[in-house]
């Protein structure tokens, strides 16, 4: 028999369970306690899988939160993957390369010409 149990997060009622087995449970993911170690182990897991292989902080939440909660589940993603010194060196920019710089001409007289050339 499941027991359930009606919980306020921040500010919103919410329903969480116990499973058979006696793990909290909230909409069938599994409730991670607040300890920083264990998050930080599930967080690094998922990182270094051999399958997804340091994914970006959006596909690792996403595919995270299938299985698990836990309050602050996002920002901790993100923090950790910003931190990731493999995703820092080889995730590439996808923005156009920017062109050499070109100096403007220096008027003869002041405001000769007040924007730069076209």
Not at 10 to 30: A, L, M, P, Q, Y
Not at 72 to 84: N, P, Q, R, S, T
């Amino acid at each position: 028999m499941q027991e359930k149990l009606i919980a306020k997060v921040e500010g919103k009622v919410s329903k969480f369970h116990k499973d058979s087995n006696g793990i909290i449970k909230f909409r069938d993911r599994t409730c991670i306690p607040a300890k920083e170690e264990l998050r930080k182990l599930i967080i690094e897991e998922a990182h270094k899988n051999s399958l997804s292989i340091h994914p970006g902080a959006a596909k690792m939440y996403q595919d995270l939160k299938k299985m698990f909660w836990w309050s602050g589940m996002k920002k901790a993603v993100v923090e950790f993957v910003a931190l990731c010194l493999v995703c820092q060196k080889t995730k590439v920019e996808h923005k156009k390369p920017f062109g050499e710089l070109q100096s403007l001409d220096v008027p003869d007289w002041k405001w000769e010409r007040v924007t730069p050339p076209i």
